[in-house]
């Protein structure tokens, strides 16, 4: 089994920052590529970054130049350093990741159960 566990979330103030973990466990094989998305009250999931296994990275224009995305390969774990919070940035987080698993190779997508991240004005 693989699991994604996230952790960092919570309430700050607007223009605060945050940092959101999520780190990988189980049968991992090889972990490629992973991102952070969000989910705010009656809206839709929406990708926020996402970051290559050899580290490359891509934003939604509505954090670019606030949030940053990183990993660190010997923990599995993937990281969101988010700065110059807004009360639009208010959602449940969740980290995913595609890995291939050690027990059969297959390659898949795995989600994080989420963490709340809540901007207040």
């Known amino acids: 089994q693989v699991q994604l566990a996230e952790s960092g979330g919570d309430l700050v103030q607007a223009g605060g920052s945050l940092r959101l973990s999520c780190a990988a466990s189980?049968?991992?094989?090889?972990?490629?590529?992973m991102a952070w998305y969000r989910q705010a009250p009656g809206k839709q999931r929406e990708l926020v970054a996402t970051i290559t296994s050899a580290g490359s990275t891509d934003y939604a224009d509505s954090v670019k130049g606030r949030f940053t995305i990183s990993r660190d390969n010997a923990k599995n774990t993937v990281y969101l350093q988010m700065n110059s919070l807004k009360p639009e940035d208010t959602a449940v987080y969740y980290c995913?990741?595609?890995?291939?698993?050690?027990?059969?190779?297959?390659?898949?997508?795995?989600w994080g159960q989420g963490t709340q991240v809540t901007v207040s004005s």
């Open positions: 995913n990741a595609e890995i291939r698993n050690l027990l059969n190779f297959k390659l898949q997508l795995y």
């Open positions: 189980g049968s991992i094989f090889r972990l490629n590529s």
